[in-house]
């Protein structure tokens, strides 16, 4: 289970992001897939870094979409699991 003090890092698997049409496309090349973003799952992929936490991502993201914070943290945390489960990011510990 994540908790707002972990770091998201995208794992080696993914290859780049395409933009086309509008849209985010995740190039997994381990997988061999193509997994497509909606907006706001865009705006998250684009904010993992490695070093912002969970709590910074939706921190920005609460500034930006006109959504309850609890809520977009639940979205987020729900989010960033799916694509932990999917190999293509991992959570580490907050660095001191």
Known sequence: MTTPSVTP???QGVVHELEATG????????????L???EVGAIVWYL???R????EIVGILAEGVALPRAQLAADATRFLG???QQGLLEFAPLNP
Do not use: H, K, Q, Y
């Open 36 to 38: 497509v973003l909606n």
């Open 82 to 84: 799916e694509l932990e």
């Open 9 to 11: 890092r995208r794992t």
């Open 52 to 55: 912002r936490t969970l709590d």
């Open 23 to 34: 849209e985010t496309v995740i190039f997994d090349e381990a997988g061999r897939r193509l």
């Open 48 to 50: 993992i870094d490695g």
